[in-house]
């Protein structure tokens, strides 16, 4: 009987190893297969334009405007935290500065690989918090589905004013008639999701806590929107202040609309954090509103550069202040 228990022990343990390997394999198959599409659409970017120029233009950055373009995106940082956290806090009481570190560290992450990475380590270090992963995906979703919200109903419209040949009345009809059909798909989805999330305990639990903003947490959803929103706007600045520093004058708001219209294809699961779609958007976009072409890709150029070394260095001293921190818990742990 014994040996039975142990031969059934060894089986289970066999196929959850099993299913972590396959999972392990996907993740770095996934990995490998968006950095091989980013590396191409890079390629083609480049290929696209005179390298003579643009070696000219990028090796001579103004150096105010870059300054300037760091603080806008630590702020814009900031505030992805504080609107996440408004989100949170409706579940927990976190702190706000515990919060934002994590959200800093979680935001690392995700500019260096799949964003997917990032949103992982924001729920493993809020589950240190007692935050439920129920409870930090349903926070997480509906943050960014008022993200997309933003993104799509309010700047992409006037972004397709700036570079398409159609009158603008026809366009904001359309985006009228979409967020009508939206709306009541949303309205659809709400009214059967709870016979459909209620047939599984972990799904139940999602939806008990994602209804919550829509009964008891309204304040909180309310106030993450206008945060939304003001992010986009800063979002926009930074990257202004990115094609400055190449030298250029973008128009203002043409160019907030642009950005954000563009952060809808780094949520296309194609490539590292929308690494070459972004660039290959905003030439394609900036060009339209009569942009130099080499100029802008100084410009991303700086903005994608400055994100990355951000991520790094963010993510080594985060990562060094935690553990440091967790280290002295342990030893203050009486024995």
Same mark, same amino acid.
């Given at each position: 009987?014994?040996?039975?228990?142990?031969?059934?022990?060894?089986?289970?343990?066999?196929?959850?190893?099993?299913?972590?390997?396959?999972?392990?394999?996907?993740?770095?198959?996934?990995?490998?297969?968006?950095?091989? $599409?980013?590396?191409? !659409?890079? *390629?083609?970017?480049?290929?696209?334009?005179? +390298?003579? @120029?643009?070696?000219?233009?990028?090796? =001579?950055?103004?150096?105010?405007?870059?300054?300037?373009?760091?603080?806008?995106?630590?702020?814009?940082?900031?505030?992805?935290?504080?609107?996440?956290?408004?989100?949170?806090?409706?579940?927990?009481?976190?702190?706000?500065?515990?919060?934002?570190?994590?959200?800093?560290?979680?935001?690392?992450?995700?500019?260096?690989?799949?964003?997917?990475?990032?949103?992982?380590?924001?729920?493993?270090?809020?589950?240190?918090?007692?935050?439920?992963?129920?409870?930090?995906?349903?926070?997480?979703?509906?943050?960014?589905?008022?993200?997309?919200?933003?993104?799509?109903?309010?700047?992409?419209?006037?972004?397709?004013?700036?570079?398409?040949?159609?009158?603008?009345?026809?366009?904001?009809?359309?985006?009228?008639?979409?967020?009508?059909?939206?709306?009541?798909? $949303?309205?659809?989805? !709400?009214? *059967?999701?709870?016979?459909?999330?209620?047939? +599984?305990? @972990?799904?139940?639990?999602?939806?008990? =806590?994602?209804?919550?903003?829509?009964?008891?947490?309204?304040?909180?959803?309310?106030?993450?929107?206008?945060?939304?929103?003001?992010?986009?706007?800063?979002?926009?600045?930074?990257?202004?202040?990115?094609?400055?520093?190449?030298?250029?004058?973008?128009?203002?708001?043409?160019?907030?609309?642009?950005?954000?219209?563009?952060?809808?294809?780094?949520?296309?699961?194609?490539?590292?954090?929308?690494?070459?779609?972004?660039?290959?958007?905003?030439?394609?976009?900036?060009?339209?509103?009569?942009?130099?072409?080499?100029?802008?890709?100084?410009?991303?150029?700086?903005?994608?550069?400055?994100?990355?070394?951000?991520?790094?260095?963010?993510?080594?001293?985060?990562?060094?202040?935690?553990?440091?921190?967790?280290?002295?818990?342990?030893?203050?742990?009486?024995?």
């Amino acid at each position: 009987m014994m040996s039975t228990d142990n031969n059934i022990k060894d089986a289970s343990i066999d196929e959850t190893e099993g299913r972590r390997e396959v999972s392990l394999g996907r993740k770095i198959s996934s990995f490998v297969l968006r950095l091989a $599409v980013s590396l191409a !659409l890079i *390629f083609l970017i480049f290929k696209s334009i005179d +390298l003579r @120029v643009f070696t000219e233009v990028v090796v =001579s950055p103004n150096l105010l405007p870059v300054f300037a373009m760091v603080i806008f995106s630590i702020f814009f940082v900031f505030l992805g935290g504080l609107k996440l956290w408004i989100l949170f806090r409706g579940f927990s009481p976190i702190k706000l500065w515990l919060f934002t570190g994590y959200y800093f560290l979680a935001g690392s992450v995700g500019s260096l690989a799949p964003a997917i990475f990032g949103d992982v380590t924001l729920i493993g270090l809020a589950k240190r918090s007692q935050i439920p992963f129920h409870k930090s995906i349903s926070a997480i979703l509906m943050d960014r589905f008022i993200t997309m919200v933003i993104a799509l109903f309010i700047f992409t419209p006037f972004t397709l004013v700036f570079v398409l040949p159609v009158e603008p009345g026809f366009i904001f009809l359309l985006t009228a008639a979409t967020f009508v059909l939206s709306v009541g798909f $949303v309205w659809i989805s !709400l009214r *059967f999701a709870p016979s459909l999330f209620g047939k +599984l305990a @972990v799904t139940k639990r999602f939806w008990e =806590s994602f209804s919550l903003f829509f009964s008891q947490y309204r304040s909180n959803l309310y106030i993450n929107f206008l945060i939304s929103g003001l992010r986009a706007i800063v979002s926009g600045i930074t990257l202004i202040l990115a094609l400055m520093a190449a030298n250029l004058s973008p128009p203002f708001f043409a160019t907030i609309c642009i950005s954000n219209s563009l952060s809808i294809l780094t949520h296309i699961p194609v490539s590292l954090s929308g690494l070459g779609l972004f660039e290959g958007g905003g030439l394609i976009l900036f060009e339209a509103i009569g942009l130099n072409r080499e100029q802008v890709l100084a410009g991303l150029l700086y903005h994608r550069v400055y994100i990355i070394i951000w991520a790094v260095l963010t993510s080594l001293v985060l990562t060094l202040l935690f553990a440091v921190k967790k280290t002295g818990a342990k030893r203050d742990v009486p024995k």
